[in-house]
């Protein structure tokens, strides 16, 4: 080791950085030697984070409607495990899936420390705690998967209902029009013959909210679950244009 | 100049045996993805922090436009989607950022389970940890109600219903959770309340704990 006396400090060091010689198998400083490292993980972590929101965007469903009844609901993902357990549990006895089982697994979860109590920290060497917790994930990984399943089928068996145009007058615009066309070949299929949509939002009546230049920009840039670029060209102009004298009232 | 404003606060406050203590204090070889690989899983922890600091800053835009009243609420979002500059990034943060946290507090909380981290003496901070845990939960819960769409809004729906069918007590905290009997422009504030002040009051709190004890008792060693 170095002698550290003060003629070997580095002018300029602050007084309390230790000297270089002090450092032993790898051992180093929190800052600026890790924490840079560590700021370099984070920044590909965080580009790599910013990438996969602009590549999906959030979409907002239709405003919430106390009266729809129909609608599915459906809680986050992280929350799946714990709504799949209660369809497993009967109704009479429905606070065994709400309380009891949430209950203890946080409980169990809390008192680790107190349970495993052997010295060893090594997982094969504790094989109890790391079987329980393995057994654990396989379960909820399986809630999580029968839930997403089974919302799917519920989905598909009672498709959301297209929105009713809000609009009284069902009069298309100019149906001759080349936009009308063009409409018919590329659009029709989501947003239905009639306007009246069908995967996508009805159009009847899209002429009172967006100007043409707007609903070009939709087109060329996508928005929500549709793509963008569907139309192509000069065509886009033309649909945007006869799209914008869907005015009806 | 710089350096005499320092002196001058350091001469008063004495922050550098402080600073200098976060600063030098030594991070072992065996935590330190620079020096093995495979101890990128304790990186987990940190990213968690990290993003939670974004969930922090993309939630301070985010109020700047939201209005939590049922007229307007769906709308405030739409407007944030559609219309305000990078609205629809800040947004995405925000909604991408919360699973994020959740995968991530995920992870490390694995890390620290199966290295046994949490064995004596380090207890207490898996028990705030845990904690932890149940809070961010509570900001997903109540996060998804505030764009007031069906989603949302019918997800909540289930979730009252859920906490209504606890024997004894559920009725209450049904009440307590959504303002009165149906869901409605109470439940919203409230909500909006427990995501924006409470829950960010207990999580900086926790944190703080979190943070302060791993420093008291240092990283757990090699296995």
């Given at each position: 080791m170095a002698d550290h006396s003060n003629k070997e400090r580095i002018p300029g060091v602050p007084r309390y950085r230790k000297p270089k010689g002090l450092k032993i198998d790898g051992t180093e400083p929190f800052f600026p030697?890790?924490?840079?490292?560590?700021?370099?993980?984070?920044?590909?972590?965080?580009?790599?984070?910013?990438?996969?929101?602009?590549?999906?965007?959030?979409?907002?469903?239709?405003?919430?409607d106390p009266q729809d009844t129909s609608f599915i609901p459906v809680p986050d993902w992280y929350f799946l495990f714990l709504y799949q357990l209660l369809k497993y549990v009967p109704g009479q006895v429905v606070w065994l899936g709400t309380v009891v089982v949430p209950g203890l697994a946080v409980a169990l979860l809390l008192l680790v420390p107190w349970i495993d109590r052997s010295k060893t920290r090594h997982p094969f060497?504790?094989?109890?705690?790391?079987?329980?917790?393995?057994?654990?994930?396989?379960?909820?990984?399986?809630?999580?998967?029968?839930?997403?399943?089974?919302?799917?089928?519920?989905?598909?068996?009672?498709?959301?209902?297209?929105?009713?145009?809000?609009?009284?007058?069902?009069?298309?615009?100019?149906?001759?029009?080349?936009?009308?066309?063009?409409?018919?070949?590329?659009?029709?299929?989501?947003?239905?013959?009639?306007?009246?949509?069908?995967?996508?939002?009805?159009?009847?009546?899209v002429g009172n909210k967006l100007k043409p230049e707007q609903i070009e920009e939709i087109i060329t840039k996508g928005r929500g679950a549709m793509p963008p670029g569907i139309v192509q060209g000069d065509d886009t102009k033309k649909v945007a244009e006869w799209l914008g004298k869907q005015q009806q009232k | 100049m710089l350096k005499k404003t320092y002196d001058w606060i350091d001469e008063r406050l004495g922050v550098t045996p402080i600073w200098r203590d976060i600063a030098d204090h030594e991070v072992p070889a065996h935590v330190n993805p620079a020096n093995k690989m495979s101890a990128f899983i304790y990186c987990f922890g940190g990213l968690t922090f990290l993003i939670i600091t974004t969930q922090i800053i993309s939630g301070m835009f985010l109020a700047m436009y939201y209005v939590p009243d049922i007229v307007n609420a769906y709308n405030s979002v739409k407007y944030i989607t559609d219309e305000v500059l990078l609205g629809q990034i800040v947004r995405g943060m925000h909604f991408w950022g919360a699973s994020l946290v959740i995968i991530m507090m995920f992870l490390h909380m694995?890390?620290?389970?199966?290295?046994?981290?949490?064995?004596?003496?380090?207890?207490?901070?898996?028990?705030?940890?845990?904690?932890?845990?149940?809070?961010?939960?509570?900001?997903?819960?109540?996060?998804?109600?505030?764009?007031?769409?069906?989603?949302?809004?019918?997800?909540?729906?289930?979730?009252a219903n859920i906490a209504a069918s606890v024997p004894?007590?559920?009725?209450?905290?049904?009440?307590?959770?959504?303002?009165?009997?149906?869901?409605?422009?109470?439940?919203?504030?409230?909500?909006?309340?427990?995501?924006?002040?409470?829950?960010?009051?207990?999580?900086?709190?926790l944190l703080g704990l979190h943070f302060f004890m791993i420093r008291k008792q240092g990283i757990s060693g090699p296995l």
């Open positions: 030697n890790f924490l840079l490292k560590e700021w370099i993980v984070g920044s590909v972590f965080l580009v790599a984070f910013i990438m996969w929101i602009l590549f999906n965007p959030v979409d907002l469903e239709a405003v919430a060497k504790r094989l109890i705690p790391t079987g329980a917790m393995i057994l654990s994930l396989i379960f909820m990984a399986w809630l999580t998967y029968e839930a997403d399943e089974q919302h799917k089928h519920a989905l598909a068996k009672n498709p959301p209902k297209p929105k009713a145009p809000a609009v009284k007058d069902t009069a298309i615009v100019a149906p001759s029009d080349p936009g009308a066309k063009i409409f018919s070949q590329s659009c029709a299929t989501c947003h239905g013959a009639e306007l009246k949509g069908q995967v996508g939002p009805s159009l009847l009546g | 694995l890390r620290v389970f199966f290295t046994g981290s949490y064995k004596a003496p380090r207890e207490l901070n898996w028990v705030v940890g845990v904690l932890i845990f149940m809070v961010v939960m509570g900001f997903g819960f109540t996060g998804y109600l505030l764009p007031w769409d069906q989603k949302a809004y019918w997800a909540t729906q289930v979730g004894v007590v559920g009725p209450y905290i049904r009440i307590l959770l959504v303002g009165g009997a149906d869901l409605g422009a109470l439940t919203l504030t409230r909500f909006f309340a427990i995501h924006v002040f409470f829950l960010p009051a207990a999580l900086l709190v």
